[in-house]
């Protein structure tokens, strides 16, 4: 009997010849680019410092586009954002210590957005590994255990043999749902020595399916077919397994209203008569929700944003489907079905049932009124106009990444993607300074379509650095800055909670950005919210980055978990 795991397939006279007699000139750091290569990566993202620059070398010889930002955090971003519109693992190339530290911001947001981002580092010397403390410029007594508790899984390399399988390994790990940042580390001396082995060729990475349990499946598609009052939460996890369609479907076969999440968004047609849309900071949606008999979450942990600040206590009977297990039944009990979105969602279609129910539109209908009736109640026309403007200036299949800043927490709740796998934010870890520099990275991902990016004037000074890359690669960019003064939504957290905001803390000293800007060479224009649209519009056409200043003191619209 023959097994398929006995099978190997032999080798054509060609190969033998190229392992035989391998180009000169190589070192370990051609290992690392030839199997990035052979997995099928096209890009890298990253910054070189002196350990690394076997890599760097290497990469002369490669087919590779590298991507070089100007902050380690930021081309962090910049990957994340490649994997979030790729699906690919983005390759981020870093050197050792304080250049693989400072990512560590952007492998948390990459982590908790389930972005695939596949960090290579360089490390010490082989022979300072192992917690000794010999003095090597950049030592850490344990460099990984830093990254330990942000990414899925850490590889560290002792030989050059190891370098393809451990790549191979990450790789797949950065790829199996749920998607995640994965960490690679290799010594100077494995990076730098000549090597005498073949050239990598194509590599075997296939991530494994996260396929549900069929006897779950079918009491889920039980409870919903037979619910009065069905309703569905959709999260990231239904943007990133591209089952969106199958969503749809399984929403009007059981006429179920959805609301998607703030990482969930497109997810779901937002004027569909069935789109809840995402106003999930509203105590009525919240409402809505707790009277779901049965409430399908797929793709989404309910946590803190998703949950109204965790007032939302559901009543009745919740199917969660997750992909990342520690999620699972995590915040509320549940039928937990640890799945990919989609292979999950293709099983309930198979066997629901049609549900009518000729009420669930002129539901969906009166809620979205009364959210609309409580916004307008706190005379916010500026806030609404704004958003509306980058709207409608912005193309249908523009992709966009918003920064934590007001203009973002509003359009998180209120604002169209017009289409799955278009807005993108760093709510996930919550840190400054995401939105231009991935932006950049998605602008490389697709260069196509224009790209826009949402800071503050806070969150600008994080990546202003990256103007710089903009312009070296010329990258289709706008970047919008809502110049409030300073940290504008800390300036409102600390008057709302004290009476007043420590103005040292909250108020900052800027540049001029529009002169900024054009001091990289980058077009600049200063706008108002009346020539907002025309100006982004106008703007987002021209091929090349440009950046919009637009000076404005947004408000946020009342909470309404403060007295829950």
Do not use: C
């Not at 795991?5 to 190229?18: G, I, Y």
């Not at 292979?343 to 009124?369: H, I, K, M, Q, Y």
Request: charged share 20%; hydrophobic share 40%.
């Amino acid at each position: 009997m023959t097994h398929d795991h006995d099978l190997v397939l032999r080798p054509s006279a060609a190969q033998t010849e190229a392992a035989l007699n391998p180009p000169p000139g190589r070192n370990g750091g051609d290992l690392v680019v030839e199997t990035l290569s052979g997995l099928g990566a096209t890009t890298v993202f990253g910054l070189p410092g002196q350990h690394a620059l076997g890599m760097f070398d290497a990469l002369r010889r490669s087919s590779l586009r590298y991507i070089g930002l100007r902050v380690e955090n930021n081309a962090g971003f910049a990957a994340d954002a490649y994997g979030r519109i790729t699906g690919e693992a983005a390759p981020l190339l870093l050197s050792t210590g304080p250049g693989a530290l400072t990512s560590l911001a952007a492998l948390q947001e990459a982590a908790a957005a389930s972005a695939p981002v596949l960090a290579i580092s360089s490390q010490i010397p082989t022979a300072g590994l192992g917690g000794g403390r010999h003095g090597y410029l950049h030592e850490l007594p344990d460099q990984s255990a830093s990254f330990r508790g942000v990414v899925k899984s850490v590889h560290t390399v002792r030989t050059q043999s190891q370098i393809p399988s451990a790549i191979a390994a990450a790789w797949e790990s950065a790829l199996t749902v749920p998607h995640g940042p994965v960490w690679v580390e290799i010594p100077q001396d494995i990076l730098l020595a000549e090597t005498h082995l073949p050239q990598v060729t194509a590599m075997d990475a296939t991530p494994e399916d996260v396929v549900p349990r069929p006897e779950l499946t079918a009491l889920a598609a039980h409870l919903l077919s037979s619910a009065a009052r069905p309703a569905i939460i959709a999260g990231g996890g239904v943007v990133r397994s591209d089952a969106s369609g199958k969503l749809r479907s399984l929403a009007e076969k059981l006429n179920a209203p959805v609301v998607t999440t703030f990482g969930g968004k497109g997810a779901f047609p937002w004027t569909h008569p069935l789109s809840l849309q995402s106003w999930l900071e509203d105590r009525h949606t919240t409402d809505f929700l707790e009277d779901a008999d049965v409430l399908l979450v797929v793709g989404s942990g309910l946590g803190e944003l998703s949950s109204n600040y965790h007032t939302f206590k559901p009543r009745g009977r919740v199917v969660q489907i997750e992909a990342d297990l520690g999620k699972l039944e995590s915040n509320h009990p549940a039928i937990g079905i640890h799945a990919d979105a989609r292979l999950a969602l293709s099983a309930l279609l198979e066997t629901v049932e049609d549900r009518p129910d000729p009420t669930a539109a002129d539901r969906v209908r009166t809620l979205l009124d009364r959210v609309g009736e409580r916004i307008a109640a706190q005379e916010l026309t500026l806030e609404q106009e704004v958003l509306a403007s980058v709207r409608r200036a912005l193309p249908a299949t523009s992709p966009s990444f918003w920064d934590m800043t007001i203009l973002a927490y509003w359009a998180w709740s209120a604002f169209d993607p017009r289409g799955k796998n278009t807005m993108h934010s760093a709510q996930g870890a919550g840190g400054l300074g995401y939105g231009f520099p991935a932006a950049l990275g998605a602008a490389a991902a697709d260069p196509t379509r224009p790209v826009l990016a949402v800071s503050g004037d806070g969150g600008a000074l994080y990546s202003i650095a990256e103007l710089a890359t903009a312009r070296q690669y010329d990258l289709n960019v706008t970047w919008l800055i809502v110049d409030d003064g300073g940290y504008g939504i800390l300036r409102e957290y600390m008057t709302d909670a004290f009476g007043q905001a420590t103005a040292t803390a909250t108020e900052l000293t800027r540049p001029d950005y529009v002169a900024l800007a054009e001091s990289f060479g980058v077009p600049g224009v200063r706008t108002t919210p009346e020539t907002l649209e025309e100006d982004l519009a106008k703007a987002l056409t021209s091929p090349g980055p440009s950046v919009l200043l637009l000076p404005a003191v947004l408000r946020m619209f009342e909470p309404t978990h403060l007295g829950s």
